[in-house]
């Protein structure tokens, strides 16, 4: 069975820092990741995903992610952080060969950008 | 391209009623899933439908079920309303073409308490 942990519930850190976001999965099968993001009172939003190929996947708002199969990595960073950040931010993995409506999401990080 | 569109937005039920929820997926898009979050369970699957059929299917109770119309909307239904059952329910559309890692957009929920 598939799993995903996000190995911090919460990350404060100021503004115009780098962050770093954790996420390990577990899979006996090939895998799809992906980032999403979710603001206040809102649904998820993509912010990237790995599926094949390199390894480093940019996404939107200058995030990008680093898929280490050895490892079983895919964190989550930004070079410079802004308030408009703070927000929840949930690792998923969705079976490689099938089952694309099915997502297992980790239990979330929050961001909290300080001034 | 209008999003994926959720109705009600918020809603208070009694327990023991049951409840309907709406989903209009991206237009083009064949399958819709379904999520619950809740602070304490995080975000979990719970059913997936593609060309009206259910494709896939969450560790939830009987009392919780879906359909899927022929022009790919879907609602969830749940019924005999339990406490446990207020969430935030999320309805995410797909092209839905297995294997192929298509991006899961999400809509903004329907908030549910349940009384």
């Known amino acids: 069975a598939q799993s995903v942990t996000q190995l911090d519930s919460q990350v404060p850190v100021f503004e115009e820092a780098p962050v770093e976001l954790r996420c390990n999965y577990s899979?006996?099968?090939?895998?799809?990741l992906f980032w999403y993001v979710q603001y206040p009172n809102q649904g998820l939003q993509l912010l990237l995903k790995?599926?094949?190929?390199?390894?480093l996947v940019k996404g939107i708002n200058g995030f990008e992610a680093e898929f280490n199969k050895s490892q079983t990595s895919f964190h989550l960073r930004k070079p410079s952080v802004h308030i408009s950040d703070t927000a929840e931010y949930f690792c998923?993995?969705?079976?490689?060969?099938?089952?694309?409506?099915?997502?297992?999401f980790g239990q979330g990080t929050t961001l909290q950008v300080k001034p | 391209k209008a999003g994926v569109t959720q109705t009600p937005r918020y809603l208070i039920k009694t327990r023991g009623q049951q409840v309907t929820l709406s989903c209009s997926p991206i237009?083009?898009?064949?399958?819709v899933s379904w999520y619950q979050q809740t602070p304490g369970q995080g975000l979990q699957f719970l059913f997936e439908?593609?060309?009206?059929?259910?494709?896939n299917k969450g560790n939830f109770p009987g009392r919780f079920s879906g359909r899927q119309f022929s022009n790919s909307r879907s609602e969830m239904n749940v019924s005999t309303l339990e406490l446990g059952d207020s969430a935030l329910y999320l309805c995410?559309?797909?092209?839905?073409?297995?294997?192929?890692?298509?991006?899961?957009?999400f809509g903004e929920g329907s908030w549910l308490t349940v009384v």
């Open positions: 790995y599926l094949s190929g390199s390894t």
């Open positions: 439908y593609f060309s009206e059929t259910q494709r």
């Open positions: 237009s083009g898009h064949r399958s």
């Open positions: 995410a559309s797909s092209l839905g073409e297995l294997g192929s890692g298509n991006t899961i957009y």
């Open positions: 899979s006996s099968v090939s895998v799809y």
């Open positions: 998923a993995v969705s079976e490689g060969s099938g089952n694309t409506g099915k997502l297992i």
